[in-house]
């Protein structure tokens, strides 16, 4: 199954660390970040969900929490945490799945037989309150992710589906935005009070309408 940006991210009841869930009902009116990781008990996927584990505050100042999956147990999840806990200097507060049949991996196309049939990449997801995917991002099993990244395209997202900009290359929270096509000049006088510079006419930049 192949998912695409805007598809209503598919619902499913799974076991998890913390119970068992309906996955809609557990995004609620938050942004979720669902990512699948290899295997537990492996070394680079510790370092990422003892990142993910504190980030929890900077999420929640976005509207959005965090969900992970792989195709280990439930048992084997509770167990790797105290690891995690211990080595990463985390606590590990957001839901880990059980996948041990791939049913939900497999929904979410978070196998790669190519790569490896028996484990999860490394997929990750962002899903608005609406309940759709709004970005997709996946890595190869060695290379760990960058979740700075992730709450930057966040960030990014939830500008640009209030004012009607979009953000250049390397773009960070703070930085100039660009002011979309579509917008006419006489519309960018009054939308963007700051003012503007117009590089070309398709290419007009102005300060973060919100900051």
């Given amino acids: 199954m192949s998912l695409l940006l805007g598809d209503t991210a598919p619902d499913f009841e799974a076991d998890t ?29 510790t370092t990422e969900l003892g990142y993910t584990a504190n980030l929890k505050d900077k999420l929640a ?14 048992e084997q999840h509770k167990k790797w945490i105290a690891d995690i806990e211990d080595t990463q200097n985390a606590v590990v507060d957001f ?11 497999t929904l979410y196309n978070m196998i790669h037989p190519n790569a490896d049939a028996k484990v999860t990449v490394r997929a990750v ?39 009607k900009v979009a953000t250049p290359v390397n773009w960070q929270d703070g930085d100039d935005v660009i002011i979309v096509p579509a917008v006419t000049n006489e ?14 006419p398709y290419l007009r930049t102005t300060p973060q309408p919100n900051k």
């Fill in 17 to 45: 660390t913390q119970g068992r869930i309906r996955f809609h009902d557990w995004i609620g009116d938050n942004w979720v970040v669902f990512f699948s990781h290899p295997a537990d008990f492996t070394p680079v996927c």
């Fill in 61 to 74: 100042e976005r509207g959005a929490k965090a969900m992970v999956i792989s195709v280990d147990t439930v």
């Fill in 95 to 105: 839901p880990i799945i059980g996948d041990p049949d791939k049913t939900v991996a």
């Fill in 125 to 163: 997801y962002v899903i608005d309150p609406n309940k759709k995917i709004r970005a997709s991002i996946i890595y190869p099993p060695s290379a760990g992710r960058n979740f700075d990244e992730i709450l930057r395209v966040i960030d990014s997202m939830q500008l640009t589906d209030t004012y």
């Fill in 187 to 200: 519309e960018a006088d009054t939308l963007f009070p700051k003012g503007y510079e117009e590089v070309r």
